[in-house]
């Protein structure tokens, strides 16, 4: 009785199932909530980014404003001041030395950071004076801002690639009236673009990858320092943003900054039409995305958090549910290899504590079962033994009973054969004359000696056939001779009754057959005499004939015949007709079962055909047995 | 069988009849005597060989189960004494004891009767077999002259 739990594997254990499905039901939607608030907060950063370059944006434009009010305001200084006004508008109607005013200018253009240089052209261009000496005389008609600047109002020059400083050059300008109101000179400051840039690159809120820059029309060329690849000012800068910009849109977008297509940024553009440039306001994504990636990293650990309590939650709950069960599979187990002593110890409420009680009601109904079939098993077993022993005994009584038929053959047969024996000789008168009287009671008696021998002889017959105690001999029979003794044998039978015997035997039948001659004897003496006893009249044939390799004997009367339901069992034992021949034929009943056993013993049958009152016919067949069989054979 | 058997068939025949019944053995010698024989008895088989050796008789009827010799051994003796070693012996067999018969024909028995012995058919059963060996038939036939 070996208890072996059957060991599935993991995957197939509920518990591990269990486990699987309660961590998937916990991080599937956890996943999906954090992958949904991860979007969202994607979607925030880059809108909370967009809202900062915006306002970025809007400073710096503040701050491009301030800048050229700035300008303009120095003009309107320079113009409208009466002091300097009168010296300009002396300056303009050549009474006044262009060199003298110049040290004026340039101190008015060094106590401003944005102002490179401040000069005076007259409306034909030539420079009557300028904040650097140097170009005093120089002419500026070819310059771009100088036929706009003639219209009569401020001009802001958008930026220009100056050939002769080989700088982008800012120019403002602003024309100066007479007391007449007739236009008489320009007055115009280049701006200090390098203060420009420095407004632009004051990073306030772009963390380390955010910069504010502006790219002028002219050439696409950086109007302001660029954070990563300086102030270049001969290369022509390229990306969506700019591209939008310059064709005058204002927006954001996230796009392959000018560095490298590699390098997304976030970026709010604007078309500045002062300046006729774009100033974009841009962020690297990968820098905005670092506080996602921490947000990432977050959430993350939070979902491998939740997993390690999912997996001890389902862990907890998947072993309340499948501990009852594998403990009741073990139990089921250990009740297959008949050990009934285990129960399920099981504490829960729930359903599977019901099953865990019922399967425990199950196990006790099935031990109790069990058990009274064991009882019952064991009573059936103690009843077959007393029956085997029963048997034994039954047997043995038959065998002792048998030996003892045997044995009292001897005995029973010896003092009817002296008895047989006497009242013969007293009869043939071998033992002197006695009267007719004597003769009849003497008669008496042998009649009734003889039906006592033959009983006694058909008895043990019968009890010695039953004990399979007969052997058959093979010896050599002579048919005819034998045929000729049992009609000497026969004959006095048929005188005494009056009753016409023949014995005939057909040619076909061999001369010499092998068999028992005694129990053939027996048998046809046992028809043979059934046939005398009872046919009252007309006769009895015995008729001896061969049948292919078979040999017939046939005795025929013409007696009182058997009734056909009877024909079934007159070859049983102590069975004749009814009860009343018995008493008015006599005969143990044992004549025809013995004789039929005699011919099943001799490979033969035994057969009768009968009508009654008109006579039975039993037939014998035998078969031809020409040669001894070899073992039957004596050794010599 | 209106053939009547001569009372006188086996005057001066000498018949050693041996067995251990009493009875049996007076039956057997009445009706011997009755058809003439002269009859010695024996209740056993060595006292049958000792009457044998004596009287010489013209043939021995014997039981076959008997104390102290029985027929075989008798037999037995009978056929290794040249004195003995013609007289026919027929063997006086039960109708129980079934393999006897062949066993007592091999044994040298001359041949067989059944036991019971009724006068209604032993003495034509006995002619029967006496006719069955040639010097009996003979005398049979002429009768038998006394012997001294």
Known sequence: MTQKTTLLPFWRQSRWQWVALIIIIVTVPVSAVAYLLLQQTERNLESQTFERLESVAALKLGSIEGFLDDGEGELIFLTETEIFRSQLIALAQSEADGQAISDTLRQIADSEDIINEIFVYSLDGNILSSSDRVDIGKVVRSKPFFVPSLQGETYIQPPFYDVGSSTLSLIISRPLFDEQGSLIAIVAVEMNVEALSELMTERAGLGESGETYLISLENNYLLTSSRFEGYETNRAYYSEGINRALQGQDGQGIYPDYRSPGVPVLGVYRWVPELQAALLSEIDEAEVNADLNDSVQQGILLALFLMVVALGVGLYFANSFTRPIIQMSAIAQRISGGDYSQRVQLRQKNEVGLLASSFNQMTEQLAATIQKLDAQVKEVETANQELRKANARVREAARLKSEFMATMSHELRTPLNAILGFTGIMLEGMGGEIDDDATHMIKRIQMNSERLLTLINDVLDIARIEAGRIELQSEPLRVRELLKQWELQTSVLAAQKQIQFSATVEPEVPEVLYGDSARLTQIVNNLLSNAFKFTEQGSVKLHISRLSSRWQIRVIDTGIGIPSHALNYIFDEFRQVDGSTTRAYGGSGLGLAITRNLCLMMGGTIQVESTLKQGSTFTVTLPIIAEPEKLLEPTP | ?148
């Open chain 2, 1 to 148: 069988m209106d053939k009547k058997i001569s009372r006188e068939i086996l005057k001066n025949w000498k018949v050693l009849v041996v067995d251990d019944e009493p009875d049996s053995l007076e039956v057997a010698t009445r009706m011997l005597k009755f058809h003439g024989a002269t009859v010695f008895n024996a209740s056993n088989g060595a006292d049958g060989l000792d009457s044998a050796r004596r009287h010489k008789p013209d043939f021995i009827l014997s039981d076959l189960s008997m104390p102290e010799l029985d027929g075989w051994g008798m037999l037995y003796e009978l056929k290794n004494d040249r004195a003995t070693l013609e007289i026919p012996v027929f063997a006086l067999t039960a109708h129980a004891m079934v393999g006897d018969r062949e066993r007592a024909i091999n044994a040298g028995f001359h041949n067989y009767l059944t036991k019971p012995l009724t006068p209604a058919t032993f003495m034509a059963q006995l002619l029967g077999l006496l006719e069955g060996v040639p010097h009996l038939a003979e005398a049979l036939e002429t009768g038998k002259e006394a012997h001294e």
